[in-house]
């Protein structure tokens, strides 16, 4: 991808993304603030007990020293690379030196990012599987037609990534538009970057039917639902209202004419789940069952996002935020599409601003790019956050 190295951290499986070139007078700068993270490393190193300071740590304690000794002596020769500068302007030397150091930023990159990763477990960081929901907001028919090019957009997004891309309910319009449309995708490390795409976003541009020029503005709102392979969620069966009724839309003579369709309400929590798709009433009952289970997750991960961190802003997973999200109205927005100046602009990261709607939408690596800068600035998160932490 453009300007981007992928990496599969050794030790927790997943990828993550890096520039591929850094200025070296920035790393510089950033590498004076990481005092705190070298002395909190130093701290954790020698504890008898490393997994017991840092909840949720899988890395056995010899793993762990052996990481934080590489992080270690790649700073130290940092420092040897820029004690070869000192005083001396040979022109042949910088150069071999600024090229040793491109290479030492990555390595730097790379462990430090393994170490956070390692040290600081988000909710839902074993997710293998997600349910992706897209709904048409404010701005009805536009509305519409650019959910479906959303929903595009990470079809091929998931495509190009290797994932599975199942679509599991969907609602379509007369003119080709989306109301709303679900889809399950599965694959490595799908959530750690599909997570960022949660909230409203906000498109302006000049629908095809507008006679008079005049620009637009509509929402879509994006969830992004977590499907671990061990959700644990006590369902009684007396807090469901389930009804049948029948399908709408394509899908054959049987499914519009019988009571194939179920729509599913958690009394408790109010959540309501419809599921169309499937050709029986039981498919769609179990289909269902599914899609609340990953809600109900969902919750509790929002609920455990609040409780141990109200910094985290980068993901949409606070219960308020949800509920702004569940509103898709044109001001709670996490993303704008402005089509007059062929501009992306992410909300979350202060100057995240790109060119070029159409390459974005193609899912490649313009929309890799947003989405690998999201990453860094949460990874920034966890990085304050991890300093904050007290070992004893």
């Known amino acids: ?7 599969r951290l050794r030790h927790c499986g997943a990828y993550y993304l890096w520039p591929s070139r850094v200025p070296r007078r920035k790393f510089a700068t950033q590498s004076r603030k990481d ?37 270690r002596a790649l700073l130290e020769e940092s420092k040897e690379l820029d004690a070869m500068l000192q005083g001396n302007s040979d022109k042949e030397l910088k150069a071999m030196v600024d090229e040793d150091s491109q290479e030492l930023v990555q390595k730097i990159g790379i462990i430090r990012s393994e170490l956070i990763s390692e040290l600081v477990k988000p909710p839902g960081y074993n997710v293998k599987s997600i349910m992706l929901e897209i709904t048409s907001g404010a701005g009805g028919q536009e509305a519409m037609l650019f959910a479906k090019e959303l929903f595009e957009m990470y079809h091929r997004f998931a495509l190009r990534n290797g994932w599975q891309f199942f679509v599991t309910d969907e609602s379509a319009t007369d003119i080709g538009g989306m109301r709303r449309i679900s889809a399950r995708v599965a694959g490595d490390s799908m959530y750690r970057l599909m997570r960022f795409e949660s909230g409203v976003h906000r498109v302006q541009r000049v629908p095809k039917t507008e006679k008079g020029g005049r620009i637009h503005t509509s929402t879509v709102a994006i969830a992004v639902l977590p499907e ?38 958690h009394l408790p929590s109010g959540i309501v789940v419809d599921c169309q798709t499937q050709r029986s009433q039981h498919m769609n009952r179990a289909e269902a069952m ?85 990453a860094l600035a949460d990874q920034e998160e966890q990085f304050q956050a991890l300093l904050r932490r007290k070992v004893n």
């Open 35 to 71: 005092v705190d993270f070298y002395n909190f490393l130093n701290s954790i190193r020698d504890h008898p007990q490393p997994s017991k300071v840092i909840p949720g740590l899988q890395l056995s304690a010899s793993h762990l020293r052996t990481l934080i000794d590489e992080y």
């Open 228 to 265: 671990p392979d061990d959700i644990e969620i006590d369902l009684n069966m007396k807090d469901l209202k389930v009804e049948t009724h029948r399908s709408q839309g394509a899908g054959g003579q049987h499914v519009n004419t019988t009571d194939s369709a179920v729509r599913m309400t």
């Open 1 to 7: 991808m453009r300007g981007l190295r992928i990496f």
């Open 290 to 374: 599914r899609i609340l289970r990953s809600r109900l997750f969902q919750q509790k991960v929002d609920e455990q996002i609040k409780a141990t961190s109200s910094a985290r802003k980068i993901q949409m997973g606070t219960r308020e935020r949800s509920e702004k999200m569940g509103t898709r109205e044109r001001s709670e927005k996490v993303r704008t599409y402005n089509f007059p100046q062929d501009r992306i602009t992410d909300h979350r990261v202060p100057g995240l601003t790109r060119h070029g709607i159409t390459e974005f939408l193609e899912g490649g690596d313009l929309l890799a790019d947003v989405i690998a800068q999201l």
